[in-house]
T-cell receptor, first 116, second 112 residues
């Protein structure tokens, strides 16, 4: 059973470009979470999605960031017009449906975004 | 809000040495506490957890005890191996919530 897949593993963008990060949850998982780790800090929650629904985006910056989890295909975290402060490691996690509050979240290896 | 503070690294040890990574937290109520481990090139894996005061989580020779009076969840292993080289994250989740709050991670390197 493949784990959570993220790609690309490393992404370099120039200021003003767009970054698209992809996350394929574990087979059978319908809940996806995105976390961001800024340098020297812990992972911080960004957004929680279920298929075709954003459940909680309270940790997402209000501008330039968006996330989706379509019926088919991976979850996408999109950052428009990237700035140097967006440089970070972005982690995706997934969990099965049901009583979400108690389900273990399984993490992917992360995407390291560098903005030049 | 919730916060987790863990011992800064990096930590370098010799094989068979004793490892302690300190973790303290701030949270309302009674959170669940976790240690995650990230081996090179892989995702974070749950190492152990504790859901109430005085619980001890254990796995792969690692242990941590939920200490409500000191708001701590220190990770210990009596005899480390080279294969324990990884980044260790302390985390918490409030009761009824799904968001995990993480410490900054501690990089541990074990030399043969």
């Amino acid at each position: 059973n493949a784990g959570v897949m993220q790609n690309p593993r490393h992404l370099v963008r120039r200021r003003g470009q767009e970054a698209r990060l992809r996350c394929s949850p574990m087979k059978g998982h319908s809940h996806v979470y995105w976390y961001r780790q800024l340098p020297e800090e812990g992972l911080k929650f960004m957004v929680y999605l279920q298929k075709e629904n954003i459940i909680d985006e309270s940790g997402m910056p209000k501008e330039r960031f968006s996330a989706e989890f379509p019926k088919e295909g991976p979850s996408i975290l999109r950052i428009q017009q990237v700035v140097r402060g967006d440089s970070a490691a972005y982690f995706c996690a997934s969990s099965p449906g049901g009583t979400w509050a108690y389900n273990e979240q399984f993490f992917g290896p992360g995407t390291r975004l560098t903005v030049l | 809000g919730n916060s987790v503070t863990q011992m800064e690294g990096p930590v370098t040890l010799s094989e068979e040495a004793f490892l302690t990574i300190n973790c303290t937290y701030t949270a309302t109520g009674y959170p669940s506490l976790f240690w995650y481990v990230q081996y090179p090139g892989e995702g974070l894996q749950l190492l152990l957890k504790a859901t109430k005061a005085d619980d001890k989580g254990s796995n792969k020779g690692f242990e941590a005890t939920y200490r409500k009076e000191t708001t701590s969840f220190h990770l210990e292993k009596g005899s480390v191996q080279v294969s324990d080289s990884a980044v260790y994250f302390c985390a918490l989740r409030s009761l009824g919530d799904y968001k995990l709050s993480f410490g900054a991670g501690t990089t541990v390197t074990v030399r043969a």
